[in-house]
């Protein structure tokens, strides 16, 4: 349908430049890992990741969702890709959420948050999106009424 080959690629730029930017210029995405990476190597027992480690994770993220968004956007293998880009948004939405843990708000990350979570959402809709074709339980149950009769016209 025109409306999906217009649509992915819209939706593959925003991925696309995000890993982009992650790639060519690490250091605000390293600033916005730091504090989670820190709970997570912190909760696990670890010593805090070192600035260079980091730096090349957000890097290989990037680099990731570069090859994800390239993929809807050209309509390769688009819902795994969408699915893809909704597994690696998680991570976005979670390290720039902007709850504290004296229930206030942080106004700063508020924007970036929602626009995270608005690029998770689109992943999920287009991962599901099965482009008008049934799908694997409506096929499984309609595979199970067509031998039920049978079965029962074989009688």
């Known amino acids: ?29 390293v600033a916005v890992a730091r504090p989670v990476a820190d709970r997570v190597t912190s909760a696990l027992g670890r010593a805090p990741l070192p600035d260079r480690t980091l730096v090349w994770a957000v890097r290989a993220h990037g680099a990731a969702t570069i090859l994800a968004g390239a993929g809807l956007a050209l309509g390769r293998a ?25 229930r206030t708000v942080d106004r700063e990350r508020v924007a970036p948050f929602v626009h995270a979570l608005g690029g998770l959402g689109a992943a999920v809709l287009t991962a599901v999106d099965l482009e008008g ?3 694997v339980a409506w096929r499984v149950d309609k595979a199970r009424r067509d031998r039920a009769d049978r079965a029962t016209h074989e009688e």
């Open 1 to 29: 349908m025109l409306v999906r080959r217009l649509a992915r690629p819209m939706l593959a730029s925003w991925y696309v430049h995000d890993g982009l930017d992650a790639v060519r210029t690490p250091a605000p995405h």
């Open 78 to 102: 688009p819902r795994s890709s969408a699915a893809t880009l909704a597994l690696l948004t998680l991570p976005l939405v979670v390290a720039q959420q902007p709850f504290t843990a004296r």
């Open 133 to 135: 074709r049934p799908g």
